[in-house]
């Protein structure tokens, strides 16, 4: 068995709804099935984006912890 995992990132305007997200998650199911993958699941993938150190330290910015989306499917 096959697996890929894509990131999943709805956009929606400031007067959409969750509808909208679930309008374009399924979209992206549609489209992978045509390629004959079938879904799995919805994760999340928690991260640590790192800092950066800025120019003799100004600008810097700090790290922070993050959540990417990303649906499972299989072949």
């Given amino acids: 068995m096959e697996y890929k995992v894509v990131p999943f990132n709805a ?3 400031q007067k959409d709804g969750a509808s909208q ?9 549609d489209n992978m099935k045509a390629e004959g993958w079938e ?3 919805m994760a999340n993938i928690d991260t640590y984006v790192e800092g950066t150190s800025g120019c003799l330290g100004f600008g810097a ?3 922070y ?5 990303a649906v ?3 072949k």
Wanted: hydrophobic letters at 55%.
């Fill in 39 to 41: 879904y799995v699941e």
């Fill in 11 to 13: 956009v929606i305007g």
């Fill in 65 to 69: 912890n993050a959540a990417v989306a």
């Fill in 61 to 63: 910015k700090p790290g």
């Fill in 72 to 74: 499972v499917f299989k």
């Fill in 21 to 29: 997200a679930a309008d374009q998650l399924q979209k992206l199911i």
